[in-house]
């Protein structure tokens, strides 16, 4: 039963990381057709609140999807009981931090 958990959020980040895609390429390519993708039109398209929820939640699904797929399959290496913990906490730190430096990639676009 403790691999429940891990399996059941591997998949729904899947799941999730295909609807989020998808907004993500309609509101790139098809919400504007006739607009032209230069860093100017990137810049004023960032700032609208779903632009910045796709792109927020597409970096946190993709990190964690990432993440506990690397966990699942190095405990199915044979991590140890104690080394699990360890292996968890040291990807979860990671994933933050990446998450962070993702975060403050993005601020310039929408304070500019």
């Not at 403790?2 to 895609?21: D, E, H, Y």
């Not at 792109?55 to 991590?79: I, K, T």
């Not at 292996?87 to 676009?109: D, E, H, Q």
Request: glycine share 10%.
């Amino acid at each position: 039963m403790k691999g429940l958990w891990p399996w059941f959020w591997q998949r729904a980040t899947a799941a999730a990381l295909v609807v989020a895609l998808f907004l993500h390429l309609w509101a790139t390519h098809f919400s504007d057709p006739g607009a032209e993708i230069a860093f100017a039109g990137v810049t004023v398209r960032v700032k609208t609140v779903l632009y910045m929820a796709v792109d927020f939640s597409l970096l946190a699904l993709v990190l964690f999807h990432g993440l506990n797929g690397l966990r699942n399959v190095l405990l199915d290496f044979g991590v140890r009981r104690r080394g699990a913990l360890w292996l968890t906490v040291g990807l979860s730190v990671i994933g933050l931090a990446w998450l962070v430096l993702g975060v403050f990639g993005l601020m310039p676009f929408i304070a500019a």
